[in-house]
């Protein structure tokens, strides 16, 4: 069963594709999988697209269709603390359903009795006061970090899951 590694937007994703051997394209339920090896890893990358229904959607789609054994979500997302600032990376253990991708595929994977691993960069402060250059800042700091990322996590979540 492979790990799903999830981004919500390309510029996230477009890296980790560069890396996956061999490459299968599959399209399923409008969503574009791509299965092979990263690292010696066996995972499906997928782009949930940006909201909540659409990660609920897609997280959903990968578990069933793919049978993923444990999910790892990555990329931009914005800051509610006043601890969080734009640029820090965070490490999800809870979730609000605020509008936010994380908590509807934490859910999804919590009925599905699938670990989750989150980790984001905080590309804004998520109220109207956003003063960050976005595709720059997704260019340089995101797309990067996302990519680092998920090849520092690969060696650990290689071993088997218990569940």
Same mark, same amino acid.
């Given at each position: 069963m492979p790990l799903a590694v999830l981004c919500a937007l390309p510029e996230e994703q477009q890296a980790l594709l560069? $890396? @996956?051997? /061999?490459a299968r394209r599959e399209v399923v339920g409008g969503r574009t999988l791509h299965h092979g090896r990263l690292a010696g890893v066996e995972v499906v990358l997928v782009l949930s697209g940006i909201g909540k229904v659409a990660a609920a959607a897609t997280i959903t789609l990968l578990l069933q269709h793919c049978g993923a054994r444990a999910v790892l979500f990555t990329g931009v997302a914005g800051g509610l603390g006043p601890q969080v600032q734009v640029g820090h990376v965070v490490v999800g253990d809870?979730? @609000?359903q605020h509008d936010m991708e994380s908590a509807a595929v934490a859910q999804v994977c919590a009925d599905f009795g699938r /670990? @989750?691993? %989150? %980790?984001? #960069?905080? #590309? $804004?402060? +998520?109220d109207d006061e956003a003063h960050v250059d976005f595709p720059r800042f997704l260019a340089e700091v995101a797309a990067p970090l996302a990519h680092a %990322? %998920?090849? +520092?996590? @690969?060696p650990a979540l290689a071993a088997p899951v218990a569940r």
């Open positions: 560069a $890396d @996956l051997l /061999p809870h979730f @609000l /670990p @989750l691993a %989150v %980790v984001r #960069s905080i #590309s $804004d402060r +998520a %990322v %998920v090849m +520092a996590a @690969l």
